[in-house]
């Protein structure tokens, strides 16, 4: 009887080494993929902002040429002149110069509310959908211009989320999140403040807003790059 019982705690013995075994070689095996993964989304990340530095430098460079054009325009005939404010005009309305002018300014923060234990924290977080419905409200209302952490807001610009941070036109941030908005201060803030409306739906998570108005409110340029490899301009014929 003694001997099969030394057996047993032999056997046992023996399936639990082979157990921890598999288990220690599987966590390593994740660690390596981890590792792997997160030094080819570096790669990635360094060769994206790389790509953005180079066409950034071709902003520069471009600006640069309309500059000249522009200084030479004011100097020619009047359908030079007409031409150059087409430009600025068209240049202001894409978001590719600062503009100024009465609005609102929005100062979003996460809650400082004191959980409960087992809550869930995220709820009192902001969130990418909260700025962008935001920003929709605003936009619904007629703002102009709208930035958020003086990120300009264009057609191609994007705000999600990523881990804890908010990714707006390719840059994180975290809070808090200033949102400027060139337009009828009265509008806008009451765009806001609506019933049931977006500030509401944030103060009832215990998310931070405060709005203040101004009569003189800075926006500064979108500084990234707007290119089209797939829209082309349509030259009309058969679709």
């Known amino acids: 009887m003694k001997k099969s019982f030394f057996v047993s705690i032999a056997f046992v013995c023996v399936v639990l080494g082979i157990m921890i075994s598999t288990q220690f ?10 590792v792997q993964r997160a030094e080819e989304l570096t790669s ?4 994206v902002q790389k790509e953005r530095d180079e066409l950034k430098k071709q902003i520069n460079d471009l600006e640069s040429k309309i ?10 005939s009047t359908v030079t002149k007409s031409l150059k404010d087409d ?23 996460d809650g400082n509310t ?6 869930d924290q995220s709820a009192f977080l902001i969130h990418d959908e ?5 920003v929709n ?32 036109n390719s840059v994180r941030f975290t809070p808090p999140y200033v949102v400027k908005a060139i337009g009828n201060p009265d509008t806008l803030e009451a765009a806001l403040r609506l019933k049931g409306g977006i500030i509401d739906t944030l103060s009832n998570w215990g998310i931070q807003v405060n709005i203040k108005r101004s009569d003189k409110i800075l926006v500064k340029k979108y500084d990234g790059v707007l ?5 082309k301009p349509y030259e009309g014929g058969n679709n």
């Open 87 to 109: 430009l600025d005009k068209y240049k202001e309305l894409a978001g590719l110069s600062d503009v100024e002018g009465p609005g609102i300014i929005v100062t979003i923060n």
């Open 114 to 119: 004191q959980l409960q234990p087992g809550a």
């Open 25 to 34: 070689r599987n966590v390593k095996n994740s660690d390596s993929l981890t």
């Open 137 to 168: 409200e605003l936009r619904a209302a007629g703002a102009e211009a709208i930035s958020i952490n003086d990120q300009r807001l264009v057609a191609t610009s994007e705000i999600r989320m990523i881990g804890n941070t908010i990714d707006i």
């Open 227 to 231: 290119t089209y490899k797939y829209a």
């Open 67 to 76: 500059s000249d054009y522009e200084n030479s325009a004011a100097k020619s």
């Open 130 to 134: 909260d700025l962008l419905n935001i």
């Open 44 to 47: 990635k990340l360094n060769q």
